[in-house]
């Protein structure tokens, strides 16, 4: 009888299971554990379709930009961002950087009222000089102009302090630093109908996630609902990282209205979305979607003399339209 077949196949067998032991270059473990989405939020956000509503509205946000629904909004009066949001359409990635300080006073109300309709909405508070770092805010007066048929109402609702582009009018410029402490500022100020109200000095730090960058996708990529879609990107996770859909303004390059939110806390720059989660995705008529990878990390914060709750948030954005099929 020939041995030696079974004896090279041993040293095979041998070979394989040293090999497997080693940390090999070539693996499938990166497919193996990779995380999930821990909350899935359908989203019912409708755009204003009201006979008075507003041309360009400053202080509302939109989820490319900011990582926030307008039910986050509404849960914190006062917002204090800072952002950098890469997006990546048919004609290539714009980039932009911005930081904003906005609270409402919701014990002030402007309001407008006439042959066209009815308006009103919170007073925006002017918290004094305030900094980023060692640059100051610009302080914007916020118009919003009110759209009839025949003509357009001009109303100011007060300020906001902001640097850099926003995606509304330009401010002082900034560059938005990964993993970077910032410290937000501002001197306070006296605010109210009669100044009743005095917001005190405040200083507040916050330290901005990693840059993320998508991988695993291109501008316009296909996504089919029948397979899981994984997720890979550039950049160290921040506190908690969210991926939404919205339907695509093509016209104007932005998100229109958010479809589904998934949020998830991985722990590397990688997530899957199963098969199941993209089907509930709703379609629209083109089968185009801006997906949102938002890495972030914010906290719940207090100011002395301001009653409402203020979100302090940094957010690392990168936008990207794909087909859903």
Not at 25 to 39: A, F, R, S, W
Not at 69 to 79: A, F, H, I, K, Q
Not at 109 to 116: C, D, E, F, S
Request: hydrophobic share 35%; net charge neutral; glycine share 8%.
């Amino acid at each position: 009888m020939n041995l030696r077949i079974p004896y090279i196949i041993l040293l095979g067998a041998l070979f394989v299971l040293q090999a497997c032991r080693q940390n090999n270059p070539i693996t499938l473990q990166d497919e193996i554990g990779l995380d999930e989405p821990v909350e899935v939020l359908f989203l019912k956000e409708q755009p204003d379709t009201t006979s008075t509503s507003s041309v360009k509205d400053q202080t509302q946000t939109t989820v490319d930009l900011t990582g926030l629904l307008r039910s986050d909004e509404r849960n914190y009066p006062g917002t204090i961002l800072i952002g950098g949001v890469k997006t990546d359409l048919e004609g290539g990635r714009s980039s932009l950087s911005y930081s904003r300080i906005l609270l409402r006073d919701l014990q002030d109300t402007v309001w407008a009222k006439g042959g066209w309709g009815y308006f009103s909405d919170n007073r925006l508070i002017d918290v004094g000089r305030a900094t980023l770092d060692d640059v100051e805010f610009d302080v914007t007066q916020i118009i919003t102009q009110l759209r009839t048929v025949n003509f357009v109402v001009p109303l100011s609702v007060g300020v906001i302090h902001k640097l850099g582009n926003d995606g509304n009018q330009p401010a002082r410029p900034m560059q938005y630093l990964p993993q970077h402490t910032y410290f937000i500022s501002a001197q306070g100020k006296r605010y109210g109908k009669n100044g009743e109200h005095e917001l005190k000095k405040f200083q507040l730090p916050i330290q901005s996630p990693d840059e993320v960058t998508i991988t695993s996708l291109q501008s316009n990529s296909f996504v089919f609902r029948d397979e899981d879609m994984v997720l890979r990107w550039r950049g160290e996770p921040g506190q908690r990282t969210k991926v939404i859909f919205s339907t695509y303004d093509e016209k104007n390059g932005r998100a229109e209205t958010p479809l589904i939110q998934f949020t998830a806390y991985p722990r590397n720059g990688a997530l899957t979305i199963s098969s199941k989660l993209l089907k509930l995705i709703p379609s629209t008529n083109t089968g185009k979607v801006l997906l949102s990878l938002i890495s972030v990390n914010q906290v719940e914060v207090s100011l002395e003399g301001y009653p409402s709750k203020v979100l302090l948030q940094a957010a690392s954005i990168h936008n990207m339209v794909v087909s859903l099929r």
